[in-house]
């Protein structure tokens, strides 16, 4: 099983380390499906909005709610993040080389989100790479069994990895 975590303890930064390794693998010729988040700062406000874009050529599918300056805990938008799960999954296919996924979040712990997408790609011999917090790193572990590299919020060491499980098949 070939399957990579990247964590940061540093907000957002997990977001932009995945979106710059889909770009330079895209850019690389490989065909890369999932979605990386983008944040973007409201002004004014103590929270962002929450964009994912639908690799490799979107759409881009806003993920939050807007709950208000005073709402406390997950702005995650279920409907829109099963949207972003329906596009990711029409555009898979046995010719992808890699599956990015922003985040394993609370929905993929508790067996939605993009979880059985994940497991399908584990099933077909595709690396996956995505992000976890450490809110939902215990679930994560399980649902990885131990088998997941942990990997630094580092590009090169991230590409190093991509490219050494890209392109070597499992049997």
Do not use: Y
């Not at 596009?87 to 985040?103: P, Q, R, Y």
């Not at 450490?134 to 990895?161: C, H, K, V, Y």
């Amino acid at each position: 099983m070939r399957i990579a975590s990247v964590t940061s303890s540093e907000r957002g930064q997990v977001d932009k380390v995945l979106a710059t390794v889909a770009a330079a693998l895209m850019a690389e010729g490989l065909r890369v499906a999932g979605v990386v988040q983008t944040n973007i700062d409201r002004p004014g406000s103590n929270h962002c909005d929450m964009d994912v874009m639908v690799l490799p050529e979107g759409p881009v599918i806003r993920i939050n709610q807007e709950l208000g300056e005073s709402a406390r805990g997950c702005r995650l938008d279920p409907g829109a993040l099963e949207t972003a799960v329906a596009n990711v999954e029409a555009g898979f296919s046995g010719e992808t080389d890699i599956l990015i996924i922003n985040k394993f979040g609370k929905h993929e712990g508790e067996g939605r989100g993009f979880r059985a997408l994940i497991a399908e790609a584990l099933s077909r011999g595709i690396p996956v790479l995505t992000g976890v917090n450490m809110l939902n790193r215990d679930a994560f572990a399980t649902f990885a069994d131990g088998l997941a590299q942990p990997l630094s919020a580092e590009p090169a060491a991230i590409l190093a990895w991509c490219r050494a499980n890209i392109l070597t098949p499992t049997f």
